[in-house]
């Protein structure tokens, strides 16, 4: 199972892994600016995220290369097993699990609290990506497929609730049958079912939502209203990234974050504080690591050896974007307010961790795009 | 497919990376300006320090105010859901449904404090900070309020603080007031309020989300209010008080040789201590209401019929005219008649033949019938107006409108009663009856104008302000000191009418006068009574002060308003300082 080789070595993606190394460092510094006291000198000292963040980077990397080690075979071959796992992970964080927010999402294991939709959202990649190997998508799409993939998952996500986990299974779906070959018949004919059907989905996850959902959900369409201030979080948002100007206030110089204005600083809304400090130029520059992250992702799709690794590059690619987009769409203020953290910068542990090891698979991949099946 | 399908997705990545791009751009550089604005608005606050209000002396350099601090309980909006509202009224001792109209206004926004209680003492203070655990968000603020050390005594003078109005928060010069600022509302407090004010100091600091402060950026001193001498003597608005009693009335004391204000007081007074700290809406009402209206400057707004104190106008405009020589003689046999009707004297019996002298002093009104007569209406309203009756003397007091009381004349009834003058209504101006109409100050302008020859003041306030001279009306010296003498021969010589003022303190010259009430049974010192006059001043050589004292229903003025009258005058010479006093003189 495990095969060190030359070719593994000559081979590794060094771009993928420089690109959300430097993006993971780039959120520690970040994190340790909109942490910082408002003053210095000031009573208390420098909250230890940055370290801790820094700690998980190490536990990550190590992951990484674990996962980049293990062929991607196994994967394909475990994959309904990750998924059963998965699932059952999913129903006992309803049923045990710890609540953040009003919502959960958490299952403590006593030395470690992780989201077992971090890890479920993975499984279900592989999951779904081995299921359509061996599937003809052409004509339609089987109703055990929608159960399995859809339904279930879905229904237990909403259940927790968890709605930037719920959009990234939906598009999840959609995008992994879309690249699998559904034709343009059923495509449109998705789209116009969903359109259809928005409206009473929409209704199950309203009444299913927490009120501070719905009041972001409020806020977004109608700031005026502003049931609990989160309008008045997106206008500090607003005003973190716009004030940054051309150029920005300068590394340790931002307010908007250390001062409170801005809520999650360090989790959600750390773009703000980094666009604040480094201006225009800087927020370019990082989207370009960003940009260059997923087109090289769509690119180790594109020359996966297999329709497996084809899917799962996919998907992984894919997942990295809509988080992206709905974080920084957010941030913003072009999108409504759902609590995702942007992959690699937010602060957050064990969302690293999976981050890295969805990276590593993404990573493995194109390392073995020559190796043939033994 | 595959490839082709990625390719799609190749571009759909780089044109949500361009629309991104737009959104920063548009945030950052179109924008940056305004967002760059907003975050310095964010953590920098401006807070005002209170300036140190001007302290208010009287003329000995007494103080009469103290500033002290007042304070306000605030609370952050976004706490009020974590209130128990009933336990909150309970401590500030208002209702609940106070609290609620407050919490739950529309325009609330969910930064601003909400103020919920003003004008708190220390002891309020400290129950509610010794149970602020309870309350989050609640907090203390302090203001500059006022004590007035000598409550009632000059309260018409000094006024008070009161919460700026509507109405005053459009003056352009208020416009950048808080809402709730404290500014003068009545008296001098009001009339001199931008001296007296003082300049805020400025406070810019930075704060977080919660407005919590963390650091100084800069700080400019407030600047103290100007402080203001009064011309008026507290120990005299002191005596007068006193001596008023339960009575109603007021007394204006002016120096005659420039027109400052000495002691004005209007009894019953009001405690300005009680608006110290912005009214209470319960505390007003009772003032306005009560019925012996305690807020009627009674020195500036009653006007009544001078009496027989009008009889030193009559006097002089008959010495100046030479209608008669100081000399001559009238027979006083109690009464004359004039037709059908009989004008009396106040002495049933009458004085017998009666001079310039003697009639003043006895205040013979027969004698004045007659020189009245002589003169005609028109001359006696040109003396009387002349030396600052029938008028507003000018004197400011906010919010007051003094009232001008009336000199008739022959023009004056054609044009506003379209008659013709008659000769008894003459008889009736001559002593001051009648049409006849003066408020206190009048008489005491006037009073002081015959003093010093002539000059009648606008009078004011402030020691050693630039007398402002209205008029110059020259009277003779030799008329001056006849009318002097015969003043002082009212309290000082036998059979004068205000012998109950003669001091050994002071020679002390005076008029009595009454007005009558009209009405239709009279019952002693009930509310038919007459009112009483007394003008007086003193030294008769050299004046130094010289006053009205007006005391309603006080019946004659010999036997109530003019020991009034020596005790304030005794007061002004006597000067007595209290322990107090020079303590508070000191700080």
Redesign the interface.
């Known amino acids: 199972m495990l095969k060190i080789d030359r070719r593994l070595i000559k081979n590794f993606d060094w771009v993928t892994f420089g690109l959300i190394l430097a993006i993971t460092l780039i959120g520690i510094a970040t994190i340790y600016s909109a942490t910082r006291l ?2 210095e000198g ?1 009573d208390g000292s420098q909250p230890d995220f940055y370290l801790k963040q820094m700690l998980w980077l190490c536990i990550s990397i190590i992951a990484l290369f674990a996962v980049v080690m293990i062929d991607y075979v196994w994967f394909y071959r475990l994959a309904y097993i990750f998924y059963a796992i998965g699932l059952i992970l999913l129903i006992a964080v309803l049923i045990a699990g710890k609540s953040s927010l009003g919502a959960q999402r958490w299952l403590n294991l006593g030395f470690i609290a992780f989201q077992p939709s971090e890890f479920f959202r993975l499984a279900f990649i592989m999951a779904f990506s081995s299921y359509l190997v061996n599937k003809n998508l052409y004509e339609r799409i089987p109703l055990s497929c929608v159960f399995v993939f859809g339904i279930i998952p879905l229904f237990l996500i909403i259940l927790q609730p968890d709605l930037g986990t719920g959009i990234l299974l939906i598009s999840l779906f959609v995008i992994l049958s ?2 699998r ?1 559904l034709s343009r018949k059923i495509i449109t004919l998705a789209v116009i079912v969903s359109l259809i059907s928005i409206p009473f989905l929409g209704h199950i996850f309203w009444e299913n939502m927490k009120d501070y959902q719905k009041n972001r959900l409020i806020a977004f369409a109608d700031p005026e209203v502003d049931p609990s ?1 989160i309008g ?1 979080h997106i206008n ?1 948002s ?9 150029i920005g206030k300068g590394y340790l110089k931002g ?2 974050g ?4 801005l809520p999650e600083k360090h989790t959600d809304f750390i773009f703000s504080v980094f ?2 400090e480094w ?2 130029l800087g ?2 520059a990082l ?1 370009s690591l ?2 260059v992250l ?2 090289r992702g ?1 690119d180790t ?2 020359k996966a050896k297999d329709e497996f690794g ?1 899917l799962v590059a ?1 998907g992984i690619v894919s997942m990295f ?1 809509i988080y992206f ?1 709905v974080n ?2 957010m941030t ?1 203020g ?1 999108m409504p307010v759902v609590g995702v953290p942007l992959p690699f910068m937010s602060y957050g542990g064990t969302a690293l961790l999976s981050n890295f090891v969805a990276a590593g698979v993404l990573i493995n991949i194109r390392t073995r795009r020559f190796e043939l099946f033994y | 497919m595959f490839e082709k399908r990625i390719k799609i997705a190749t571009w759909v990545v780089i044109a949500i990376f361009v629309l991104l791009g737009v959104r920063i751009w548009h945030l950052q550089i179109i924008n940056g300006d305004k967002y760059r604005l907003m975050s310095e608005n964010n953590r920098l606050r401006i807070i005002k320090t209170p300036a140190p209000r001007g302290i208010i002396f009287d003329r000995n350099n007494i103080p009469l105010v103290k500033n002290i601090p007042v304070f306000s309980v605030s609370i952050n909006p976004e706490n009020i859901s974590l209130i128990d509202r009933g336990a909150l009224a309970e401590i500030l001792a208002i209702s609940v449904d106070e609290i609620n109209d407050k919490f739950d206004k529309k325009d609330n926004s969910s930064f601003v404090p909400i103020k919920l209680k003003q004008g708190l003492g220390f002891v309020e203070v400290s129950k509610i900070e010794a149970r602020k655990s309870d309350f989050p968000g609640l907090f203390v603020e302090t203001e500059i309020g006022r004590e007035y050390i000598y409550g009632k005594t000059g309260g018409h003078v000094i006024g008070y603080l009161g919460k700026i109005t509507p109405d005053q928060i459009k003056n352009p010069e208020l416009k950048n007031f808080p809402p709730d600022a404290l500014i003068g509302q009545w008296g001098i407090e009001a009339l001199y309020d931008s001296s007296l004010r003082g300049t805020p100091g400025e406070r810019i600091i930075e704060v977080d989300a919660i407005g919590r402060e963390l650091r100084l950026v800069q700080h400019r001193q407030a600047v103290k209010g100007n402080d203001i001498i009064l011309s008026i003597d507290i120990n005299i608005q002191h005596a007068v008080e006193e001596s008023f009693g339960e009575k109603a009335g007021s007394l204006v004391a002016v120096k005659p040789s420039t027109g400052e204000i000495l002691a004005l007081e209007s009894l019953p007074s009001f405690d300005p201590n009680l608006f110290a700290s912005g009214v209470m809406s319960a505390d007003w009402r009772a003032l306005i209401e009560d019925k012996k209206k305690p807020m009627l400057n009674r020195a500036l707004q009653s006007q009544y019929p001078p009496g027989s104190t009008f009889k030193i106008i009559t006097a002089i405009a008959a010495l100046e005219e030479k209608v008669i020589t100081p000399e001559a003689k009238v027979y006083c046999s109690g009464g004359i008649s004039f037709g059908k009707w009989t004008f009396g004297c106040w002495k049933k019996g009458g004085h017998g033949s009666v001079n310039l002298h003697k009639a003043l002093v006895e205040s013979c009104d027969v004698y004045f019938y007659e020189v009245g007569k002589r003169l005609g209406i028109d001359r006696i309203h040109k003396y009387a107006t002349s030396l600052g009756l029938g008028q507003p003397t000018g004197v400011s007091l906010y919010p007051i409108k003094e009232r001008s009381g009336l000199i008739p004349s022959t023009i004056w009834k054609k044009e506003k009663r379209k008659q013709q003058w008659y000769l008894g209504e003459t008889y009736n101006a001559s002593i001051g009856q009648g049409y006849v109409t003066t408020t206190p100050v009048q008489m005491a302008v006037m009073l002081a104008s015959v003093l010093n020859g002539g000059n009648v003041y606008t009078p004011t306030f402030i020691k050693d302000a630039t007398p402002n001279l209205v008029r110059s009306f020259k009277i003779s010296d030799a008329t001056s000191r006849l009318v002097k003498e015969a003043l002082s021969g009212v309290v000082n010589e036998a059979g004068g009418t205000a012998r109950s003022a003669h001091s050994s303190i002071t020679i002390i010259g005076g008029k009595t006068g009454t007005a009558q009430v009209v009405s239709k049974g009279k019952e002693a010192g009930g509310r038919f009574n007459d009112h009483a006059w007394f003008v007086a001043f003193a030294p008769v050589e050299n004046p130094e002060i010289a006053m009205t004292v007006f005391v309603e229903h006080g019946g004659h003025g010999g036997a109530t308003a003019a020991p009034i009258a020596k005790k304030a005058i005794e007061a002004y010479f006597k000067k007595p300082k209290t322990e107090q006093q020079k303590q508070n003189a000191k700080n």
């Open positions: 408002p003053v000031m879309v690249m070959g201030g008045y500090q607003k005003v973190a990234i716009g004030s940054g100007s051309f307010t908007q250390p001062l409170r204005f666009s604040e201006g225009f927020s370019m989207f960003y940009i997923f087109l769509l799709a594109k084809k996919t974007f987009l920084t769409g913003l072009i």
